[in-house]
C-alpha cells in the first residue's frame, strides 16, 4: 500500500501518473484506499460471503459499469 500515507492532493498526483503510465505499462496494486480503486479498470478481491467462506472476486469497469464475476 504505497499511497496509504498520501494526503489527497498527492493521492491525486500518484493516480495520475498511473493511468498516464498504464497505456505502457500494467500495475498491481493492493490497497484499501476508495479513490486509488476508483481509477482502476479492474479490480480483483477477496470477499466472504459466509463464515468459513472465501470467494474470488473480480470487478471489470466497463463505461463507468461494473461486470461482476465470480471466480
Not at 500494467?26 to 470467494?55: C, N, W
Amino acid at each position: 500500500e504505497v499511497e496509504s500515507a498520501l494526503d489527497d492532493a498527492n493521492l491525486t498526483r500518484f493516480t495520475r501518473f498511473l493511468q498516464q503510465t498504464s497505456a505502457d505499462a500494467q500495475f498491481v496494486l493492493i490497497t484499501h484506499r476508495k479513490r486509488t480503486m476508483e481509477g482502476a479498470d479492474i479490480l480483483y478481491g477477496v470477499t466472504m460471503p459466509e463464515p468459513g467462506v472465501s470467494k474470488l472476486v473480480s470487478l471489470k469497469m466497463e463505461n463507468n459499469q461494473i461486470a461482476r464475476e465470480i471466480i
